[in-house]
T-cell receptor, first 112, second 115 residues
């Protein structure tokens, strides 16, 4: 079975700080990887996804993630965060017949 | 293009009752997946329906069931409700489903509270 681990449950940063959220997955086969974001009071929405090809993927709102196969990681990064990035971030993997498997999420708070 | 809609948005039930939640996918999407979101367990996959057939199923008891209609709308049913079933139930639709190379679009969820 596939599993996802997000290292940080709560992160507090100041505006303009750089962000890196860790995500590791466990699955023996080919995987599709996703980062979703849930802003307060809003739906889950896709930030970015990796299916194949360039391991550095760019998403919306200046986010990017790097797939490192040897480390089973898919970390999310943003060079300079804004107050509006305050949200819950979920890493997810889809490797088989288990649907999307999500990590427990990281609650990110950006202080102005 | 209208997004995924879920009804009702909020529900309060008592233990032992049953409940039915509804999801209307984005027009043209044939796959509907259901997820349960709780503070303790996070987001967990319940099941996926594609062209009226259950294609994948998560690790939930048989009290959780669903179905999909010919217009791709889906319902989820939970029988004999327990306190632990209190959660946000999310529906997601996609063109080809969870095993395909496509994005899932999520609805706003139904907040179920079991008293």
């Amino acid at each position: 079975a596939q599993s996802v681990s997000q290292h940080n449950h709560h992160v507090i940063l100041s505006e303009a700080a750089s962000l890196e959220l860790g995500c590791n997955y466990s699955y023996g086969g080919t995987v599709n990887l996703f980062w979703y974001v849930q802003y307060p009071g809003q739906h889950l929405q896709l930030l970015l996804k990796y299916f194949s090809g360039d391991p550095l993927v760019k998403g919306i709102k200046g986010f990017e993630a790097e797939f490192i196969k040897s480390k089973f990681s898919f970390n999310l990064r943003k060079p300079s965060v804004q107050w509006s990035d305050t949200a819950e971030y979920f890493c997810a993997v889809n490797g088989g017949a288990d649907g999307l498997t999500f990590g427990k999420g990281t609650h990110l708070i950006i202080q102005p | 293009k209208a997004g995924v809609t879920q009804t009702p948005r909020y529900l309060i039930k008592t233990r032992g009752q049953q409940v039915t939640l509804s999801c209307s996918p984005i027009s043209g999407h044939r796959s509907v997946s259901w997820y349960q979101q709780t503070p303790g367990q996070g987001l967990q996959f319940l099941f996926e329906y594609f062209s009226e057939t259950q294609r994948n199923k998560g690790n939930f008891p048989g009290r959780f069931s669903g179905r999909q209609f010919s217009n791709s709308r889906s319902e989820m049913n939970v029988s004999t409700l327990e306190l632990g079933d209190s959660a946000l139930y999310l529906c997601a639709s996609s063109l080809e489903g969870t095993s395909g190379l496509n994005e899932q679009f999520f609805g706003p969820g139904t907040r179920l509270t079991v008293l």
